[in-house]
């Protein structure tokens, strides 16, 4: 009944009421860091920080409610009402009822169970830290600066010359500079040439001299060289590790267990059949035999009833 109330007060506030705890606990968060909440609360009581979803879904709830408790009392005592720092093994509903009349005082509204804040996490506890958070920030008179920039230092400005526009002079320069460099890299071609003509010339020589007279054959038996093969062969063989969480390998793994399911059905359904066949006609010998029996036995059995009914008379 519970969660079906919960769900029609979540369709009345529209479809984005799950996500108003996300919000708030967000918003919380960079209150609770303008509040400086690390130094006063955190180190004091060697606690962990908090994350922005820290109080808007449910991880420890005992650590979630100390924690509640803990962010609580340091509110409530920051926005000038006293408020003892509650211990871990203080009762919860004394707490939290004290919790709920300070938050009364400051003119918040509390219309839910107290159980919602027990929880240590939700949307109720994010309401209750956020309103202490606010009466915190208005106690506290704290107003938001003007933005300070960083001054910036302007580059001093470099003047490029725009090559766009060239002159005839220029021009001429350009292609007579050309005209040259072409030049020196035909010298240098030909000079290339004449050395690589003269290398080519060099080692035909220096080949004809060193030609094997005799053709060069195999000395290697060839079973051995088969043997070497199948003994190399399987390390030769590049395997690929497959990631078993790809969906690629899922899927076919299904195929492959419907294929041997399928012929492994094939197999045991005849085997079935035959054994049923066999069960039927055992069941109708075992009917014909029990007619049988029954036939034969019917003029004892009346003689059996026969002598029971006198034997009752007497």
Same mark, same amino acid.
């Given at each position: 009944?519970?969660?079906?109330?919960?769900?029609?007060?979540?369709?009345?506030?529209?479809?984005?009421?799950?996500?108003?705890?996300?919000?708030?606990?967000?918003?919380?968060?960079?209150?609770?860091?303008?509040?400086?909440?690390?130094?006063?609360?955190?180190?004091?009581? %060697?606690? &962990?920080?908090?994350? &922005?979803?820290?109080?808007?879904?449910?991880? =420890?709830?005992?650590?979630?409610?100390?924690?509640?408790?803990?962010?609580?009392?340091?509110?409530?005592?920051?926005?000038?009402?006293?408020?003892?720092?509650?211990?871990?093994?203080?009762?919860? %509903?004394?707490?939290? +009822?004290?919790?709920?009349?300070?938050?009364?005082?400051?003119?918040?509204?509390?219309?839910?169970?107290?159980?919602?804040?027990?929880?240590?996490?939700?949307?109720?506890?994010?309401?209750?830290?956020?309103?202490?958070?606010?009466?915190?920030?208005?106690?506290?008179?704290?107003?938001?600066?003007?933005?300070?920039?960083?001054?910036?230092?302007?580059?001093?400005?470099?003047?490029?010359?725009?090559?766009?526009?060239?002159?005839? =002079?220029?021009?001429?320069?350009?292609?007579?500079?050309?005209?040259?460099? %072409?030049?020196?890299?035909?010298?240098?071609?030909?000079?290339?040439?004449?050395?690589?003509?003269?290398?080519?010339?060099?080692?035909? =020589?220096?080949?004809?001299?060193?030609?094997?007279?005799?053709?060069?054959?195999?000395?290697?038996?060839?079973?051995?060289?088969?043997?070497?093969?199948?003994?190399?062969?399987?390390?030769?063989?590049?395997?690929?590790?497959?990631?078993?969480?790809?969906?690629?390998?899922?899927?076919?793994?299904?195929?492959?267990?419907?294929?041997?399911?399928?012929? +492994?059905?094939?197999?045991?359904?005849?085997?079935?059949?035959?054994?049923? %066949?066999?069960?039927?006609?055992?069941?109708?010998?075992?009917?014909? &035999?029990?007619?049988?029996? =029954? +036939?034969?036995?019917?003029?004892?059995?009346?003689?059996?009833?026969?002598?029971?009914?006198?034997? +009752?008379?007497?």
């Amino acid at each position: 009944m519970a969660e079906d109330s919960r769900r029609m007060e979540e369709e009345d506030r529209g479809p984005g009421a799950a996500f108003q705890v996300f919000v708030l606990m967000e918003d919380l968060l960079d209150k609770l860091r303008l509040l400086n909440y690390e130094d006063e609360v955190l180190k004091k009581h %060697n606690m &962990r920080p908090i994350s &922005r979803l820290y109080f808007a879904l449910p991880t =420890n709830s005992g650590e979630q409610y100390f924690m509640f408790c803990t962010l609580a009392a340091w509110l409530i005592n920051k926005a000038g009402h006293h408020f003892e720092q509650p211990q871990e093994y203080d009762d919860p %509903n004394a707490t939290v +009822s004290k919790i709920l009349t300070e938050l009364r005082s400051f003119g918040g509204t509390a219309d839910f169970p107290p159980s919602k804040l027990k929880a240590g996490y939700g949307e109720q506890v994010c309401y209750v830290l956020d309103f202490l958070t606010e009466e915190v920030l208005k106690h506290t008179n704290f107003t938001w600066k003007r933005p300070v920039y960083p001054s910036e230092e302007l580059d001093e400005e470099v003047i490029v010359e725009d090559d766009a526009e060239l002159t005839l =002079n220029k021009f001429e320069d350009e292609i007579v500079e050309e005209e040259s460099d %072409n030049d020196e890299e035909h010298l240098v071609d030909l000079n290339i040439l004449k050395a690589q003509s003269n290398k080519k010339a060099s080692t035909q =020589n220096v080949g004809e001299t060193s030609k094997p007279e005799e053709i060069l054959e195999s000395k290697t038996d060839a079973a051995e060289w088969y043997l070497e093969v199948e003994r190399v062969l399987p390390q030769l063989k590049v395997t690929v590790r497959t990631d078993n969480k790809d969906w690629r390998i899922h899927v076919d793994q299904m195929h492959q267990h419907k294929d041997g399911i399928e012929t +492994s059905l094939k197999e045991t359904k005849g085997y079935l059949d035959k054994l049923h %066949n066999e069960v039927s006609k055992t069941l109708e010998k075992v009917a014909s &035999r029990e007619k049988y029996i =029954n +036939s034969q036995l019917d003029p004892l059995v009346q003689e059996y009833r026969a002598a029971q009914a006198q034997l +009752s008379e007497v």
